[in-house]
């Protein structure tokens, strides 16, 4: 949690994508590992990269508090995004594999990592159990700046809830995203207060009000939880701890691995070298 609450640093010169003059280092740490999966995903499909980066992501997420404004909007539009073409890849599969009879299920069920819509299953899943624990009720005080994501992309998430609550059974429990009633009534909850405020019509307005309204958006997302038991179960449910088991010989792995990596970076042009 320090992390996220105390170490802050910048500027951040070598982040290409938006001028950081301060971050929290666990922001950072966010932001550095969702380039890690969008690059994984769309350039270069590393089963090994994308469980280690989602794994730490699943170690993290019960202590992501105090996100930096980017970060929290670029954590809500990448698991939107992931979602959204998983899905996508997963009705497509259905319906060529109907035809052809090709799955990319491994024998006992399990989605192949190795395969693109295992891939982004992978990280669906991950980044929804992030959010979940972003806006449970220890957290959600100290993520505002997810709580406003989370309304911004509000349309392509009930889209998404839309599409998973219309999807077969089977489909459903392959989907594995878990109950998502947590993120949707924080969603409507957040968004009734902004909305009765009519003049909360930037980005630092709409805070302010969730920042004065949170005592109610807690009490009403408490209720919908079933009571405080109930959602007190629903945070422990999402902890996991992931720990990395050494090879007897790693440098025989990892010495190939990260120049290939190093490789395809360079070649690719999606990273800034000095010639000299």
């Known amino acids: 949690p320090d992390a996220f609450r105390r170490s802050n640093i910048g500027p951040i010169k070598w982040y290409k994508e938006r001028h950081l003059r301060e971050i929290s280092l666990g922001s950072l740490l966010i932001l550095v590992l969702l380039r890690s999966l969008t690059l994984n995903l769309n350039r270069l499909h590393d089963a090994f990269l994308l469980s280690n980066c989602c794994a730490v992501l699943m170690n993290l997420s019960p202590h992501v508090v105090m ?130 405020h009519g003049d909360a019509r930037t980005a630092p307005k709409a805070m302010k009000v969730l920042q004065d309204g949170m005592e109610s958006l807690q009490a009403e997302t408490a209720s919908t939880d079933g009571g405080n038991n109930s959602a007190r179960q629903q945070d422990a449910d999402g902890d996991f701890t992931f720990t990395y088991e050494e090879e007897a010989d790693p440098e025989i792995f990892f010495i190939p691995y990260i120049w290939e990596v190093i490789v395809c970076c360079v070649t690719s042009s999606l990273m800034d070298w000095d010639a000299n």
């Open 67 to 196: 996100l930096h404004d980017y970060a929290a909007m670029r954590l809500v539009s990448v698991a939107i995004s992931c979602v959204k073409k998983y899905i996508a890849l997963v009705e497509r599969e259905q319906r060529d594999g109907n035809q052809n009879g090709g799955s990319a299920l491994t024998s006992d069920g399990e989605e192949d990592l190795n395969t693109l819509v295992g891939m982004y299953g992978e990280v669906s899943r991950t980044l929804l159990n992030v959010l979940r624990h972003c806006v449970s009720a220890k957290n959600l005080e100290k993520n505002l700046h997810v709580v406003y994501a989370l309304v911004y992309h509000q349309v392509d998430f009930f889209r998404i809830v839309a599409s998973t609550n219309k999807a077969p059974k089977k489909t459903r429990k392959r989907f594995g995203f878990g109950k998502l009633t947590r993120l949707e009534q924080v969603i409507r909850g957040a968004d009734k207060l902004i909305q009765e």
